[in-house]
């Protein structure tokens, strides 16, 4: 993603974290950094979970991020149950980037 398009799509974060630091671009980065990794996203989320008055905001959009999946697939795979058939009776070593594609693109259609 080029940054006119990040700056677009993120807007106010984008903006929020690139201040008038003469840092603003290396905070920039790192907060797009941030948000796209699966495990500071989640180490943001159980930080977050702590605060009582904290408010989720837009968290189906991590579900279009493929990292969450294959983040996912590493913590699965290698347990006992991970080769029982789920609902549409495929097993974790049916896992590949072209399903991963097709989960998040029939999120995106609504499909």
Do not use: W
């Amino acid at each position: 993603m080029d940054r006119e398009s990040c700056k677009t799509r993120c807007g106010k974060a984008a903006h929020m974290a690139k201040g008038s630091s003469k840092f603003g671009k290396y905070k920039e980065r790192k907060v797009r950094e941030a948000l796209r990794n699966p495990i500071n996203v989640l180490k943001s989320l159980g930080e977050k979970s702590q605060e009582k008055s904290y408010k989720y905001r837009r968290l189906y959009r991590n579900l279009y991020n493929p990292e969450f999946y294959l983040l996912a697939y590493q913590n699965i795979y290698a347990n006992k149950g991970s080769m029982t058939p789920g609902v549409d009776g495929m097993t974790i070593d049916g896992i590949s980037m072209a399903r991963i594609n097709r989960i998040i693109e029939s999120m995106r259609n609504q499909s």
